[in-house]
């Protein structure tokens, strides 16, 4: 009687084939996006303290190509009024990512950056008013709330990058913000209106 499925007459081969299990993936460190969203939903959904309006619009983390300049915001937010309506936040979780964005491009002297408002956002204390660039401001963030250290003193139209301001509007409007609630790029796949794991 012959094997099942081998004809009579020849010999069995075993598959002696092994398949070796996909090494685990590297989990991507989220700590500084994770401070981020911490603080944009704050200020997507309150008016911290009176300090500073409801940030109705508020995205983190977006790329260059989305805001169109050499400038990549950790968060930025808008409000109605479009005469001074943006507002600016850098994160900064050490010493030495602070002092580092000294050196980029859209901080240089003449370089016309994004924000009527400008502010750090750090860990408290990690650094003090007196570090600051001219005219920004200083927000602490404990986990769960913002304590403003320092207000800002205003950008002007002039002094800014409106067309930054604006194309970062258009591309978070062609995307499918929703006012009210935070805009998480590192969620966003581009060429779909539908964030990651969201059905449509």
């Not at 983190?60 to 989305?66: G, I, W």
């Not at 859209?106 to 570090?131: H, Q």
């Not at 304590?147 to 067309?163: A, C, G, Y």
């Amino acid at each position: 009687m012959g094997v099942r499925g081998v004809r009579k007459g020849t010999t069995q081969i075993q598959d002696t084939t092994t398949i070796e299990a996909e090494a685990p993936k590297e989990v991507r460190e989220r700590k500084h996006h994770d401070f981020c969203l911490g603080v944009a939903n704050i200020l997507c959904k309150y008016s911290p303290r009176g300090k500073i309006p409801q940030l109705g619009i508020c995205a983190v983390e977006l790329s260059s190509s989305t805001t169109g300049s050499r400038e990549a915001p950790d968060i930025i937010g808008f409000v109605h009024n479009l005469k001074v309506n943006s507002y600016l936040f850098e994160i900064k979780l050490s010493r030495e990512d602070f002092l580092a964005d000294k050196k980029k491009v859209c901080r240089k002297a003449g370089y016309k950056g994004m924000g009527c408002w400008r502010f750090y956002v750090t860990p408290p204390n990690l650094i003090s008013p007196d570090e600051l660039p001219n005219r920004w401001g200083l927000i602490y963030y404990d986990g769960r709330k913002l304590d403003f250290v320092v207000m800002p003193t205003i950008f002007h139209e002039d002094e800014r990058d409106v067309w930054a301001e604006q194309n970062t509007l258009c591309n978070l409007v062609r995307r499918g913000i929703i006012y009210g609630k935070v805009f998480d790029n590192d969620d966003f796949k581009e060429g779909s209106r539908v964030p990651r794991g969201k059905k449509k």
